[in-house]
């Protein structure tokens, strides 16, 4: 019911911030939560960001909590990704994911984009 596109990465130092957007297809996008993961190489998709339809919910991962900030904008069909202080241990494919409630858990998601990379020099 929804695909999802996500771009804004590349290649930065770290200590930089980075934005990532999420363009969502589909007429109804509000109805829908959604979340950011990440994936590293070598290792499982972690979670990074959830929010409710209309922003009233926000979740953050642990490695995430206080430098990055969630955001959408229902009227573009768009979520946001802020990260700021990037750390070399950032470096993964960010994956934009969307759902019917909000949720923490990979396998909770119906929909996901193709991912977009960002990678973090030290």
């Not at 200590?15 to 290792?43: E, I, M």
């Amino acid at each position: 019911q929804v695909q999802l596109v996500e771009s804004g990465g590349g290649l930065v130092q770290a200590g930089d911030s980075l934005r990532l957007s999420c363009a969502a297809s589909g007429r109804t996008f509000s109805t829908y939560a959604a979340g950011w993961f990440r994936q590293a190489p070598g290792k499982e998709r972690e979670f990074v960001a959830a929010i409710s339809r209309f922003g009233v919910s926000i979740y953050y991962a642990d490695s995430v909590k206080g430098r990055s900030t969630i955001s959408r904008d229902n009227a573009e069909n768009t979520v946001y990704l802020q990260i700021d202080s990037l750390k070399p241990e950032d470096t993964a494919v960010y994956y934009c994911a969307a759902n019917g409630v909000i949720a923490t858990k990979t396998d909770a998601y119906h929909y996901w984009g193709q991912g977009t990379q960002v990678t973090v020099s030290s």
